[in-house]
């Protein structure tokens, strides 16, 4: 089955300074990679992703890039807020099934 | 506004009594999964429907069993709550297709004394 690996599992930051978290996966048939954001005792909320066929996306302080040769994807964050910390998990799906597999997790601390 | 729910948010139960968590959804989305997640830990999948097709993971324990009587229910028993079922329990939703974001629910915390 697809295995995700995410690091770093914690990163702390100065606001304003730019964060980078970054996933390697097995199966090269994955062509989905989302990214969610869980704020304590709160759910998963998705807040970027990416298709294979495309090796960036942006969303004004949010970047994902992707290297399919590489096999890795990566969460790029510019200029930091406090509001920014929380849990970031990347995913991506299981070949053939109706299912994502998740990283461990990057717990981001931005100090004001 | 179209949702996903889930009830209680917060369930206490006594080691080995049965409790049933609840998942509601607005969406129509025809997938329909349970997570467990620990502290500190990514959702862990405990199995899904697809339409009325279960899904189980291999791993997840005998003691949970899911139920999903129409498209927007879908319910968790836990048959026999152990110390170590003590958890955050997520529903999510979506169309299906890989591509499709999932929809997460508040969760139910739920404690085993």
């Known amino acids: 089955g697809e295995n995700v690996e995410q690091h770093p599992s914690t990163l702390s930051v100065q606001e304003g300074d730019s964060a980078v978290i970054k996933c390697t996966y097995s199966?090269?048939?994955?062509?989905?990679f989302p990214w969610y954001k869980q704020e304590l005792g709160k759910r998963p909320q998705l807040i970027i992703d990416?298709?294979?066929?495309?090796g960036e996306k942006k969303d004004q302080r949010i970047a994902v890039t992707l290297n399919k040769t590489a096999k890795h994807f990566s969460l790029h964050i510019t200029e930091t807020q406090p509001e920014d910390s929380a849990v970031y998990f990347c995913?991506?799906?299981?070949?053939?099934?109706?299912?994502?597999?998740f990283g461990t997790g990057t717990k981001l601390q931005v100090i004001p | 506004d179209a949702m996903v729910i889930q009830n209680p948010r917060y369930q206490v139960t006594q080691f080995g009594k049965p409790v049933t968590l609840s998942c509601s959804q607005t969406?129509?989305?025809?997938?329909m999964y349970w997570y467990q997640q620990k502290s500190s830990q990514a959702p862990k999948l405990l199995f899904h429907?697809?339409?009325?097709?279960?899904?189980n993971e291999a791993d997840t324990p005998d003691n949970f069993q899911s139920r999903r009587p129409n498209t927007s229910f879908c319910f968790l028993d836990i048959r026999s709550p152990g110390l170590g079922d003590a958890a955050m329990y997520l529903c999510?939703?979506?169309?299906?297709?890989?591509?499709?974001?999932?929809?997460f629910g508040p969760g139910t915390r739920l404690t085993v004394l």
């Open positions: 995913a991506a799906p299981l070949r053939g099934y109706q299912k994502v597999t």
């Open positions: 199966d090269s048939a994955s062509n989905y």
């Open positions: 990416i298709r294979s066929n495309v």
């Open positions: 969406l129509n989305h025809n997938v």
């Open positions: 429907y697809y339409d009325k097709d279960f899904n």
């Open positions: 999510a939703t979506n169309l299906a297709g890989v591509y499709n974001e999932q929809f």
